[in-house]
């Protein structure tokens, strides 16, 4: 396998390393990996079908979420068998189209993500701010438009990634010291000026993630500025607690991630399987742990959840 630099060969097959420097316990780290997406894709699969199935939860709420439970099973999908075939079988080598699709769908996917929290938070803001509007607002037909419009813009603006990769020339070597593809792993391997690319992943995380992130805050200070002019404690205390699952997915959605890019920015001294572990739980964490937030904290969905699994057969 070539790894030489600068060999005027643009490379077309690469070979994903895993983690770096972790390689002889691989086998190890598989056994959280696999039981934390066998673990979200049946959360999240139940999740999906109960609100699909149950009138009763054919509300806004319940609607946006079945939206990011859905986007959870993508978003863990597009990495985590990758990742179990190189634990596993040493299958890392993936073609130049296929890291391109791979990284696309990861980053579209978790830009929908972040797009969803957002109209979720916006939820939470009719719903407390404007109560007896609240389904003459947010209509179904208005839901449907949002959930068109949060894919074309994930989609959409994630596109030009394509375009920025295909004109590099990848001769700098054929490996890349991650589980997944990324799109800084992949064009830093370019013999190529990669300052377009950097520019515009930077564009795109202002322009959505942390674009989401502003006007989320701002949700939520109108929220808790409508909340403590009620009068009443008890409607107070109830306002509050119907946004307490949304919050706890706001930090498990964006904490990691805050993180993440900290530990890259100022952590160059860790080692490089630090990075990828971390990446890691980006992607495992949040479709793991938002079904059990939502079927915790929601009693609507719990005492679906509890009818569905443990009503005795008749």
Known sequence: MTTSNYTGVSHTVFHLLGIPGLENKHMWISIPFFISYVSALLGNSLLIFIILTKPSLHEPMYLFLSML??????????????????????????SLDGCIAQLFFTHSTFVSESGILLVMAF???????YPLRYTTILTQALIGKIGVAIFLRSYGIMSPIIFLLKRLTFCKSDILPNTACKHIVLAHVSCDDIRVNIWY?????????ILDVVLIFVSYVLILRAVFHIPSRDARHKALNT????VCVIILFYGPGIFTTLIQRFGRHFSPHIHVLVADICILAPPLLNPIIYGIKTKQIRDQVVHLLF???K
């Open 243 to 246: 946004c307490g699952s949304h």
């Open 201 to 209: 992943g930077f564009f795109v995380l202002m322009s959505t993630v």
């Open 69 to 94: 439970a859905g986007a959870d099973i993508v978003l863990s999908t597009c990495t985590v068998p990758q990742a179990l075939a190189i634990f596993w079988f040493h299958a890392g080598e993936i």
């Open 311 to 313: 009503t005795k057969q």
């Open 123 to 129: 939820d939470r803001y009719i719903a407390i701010c």
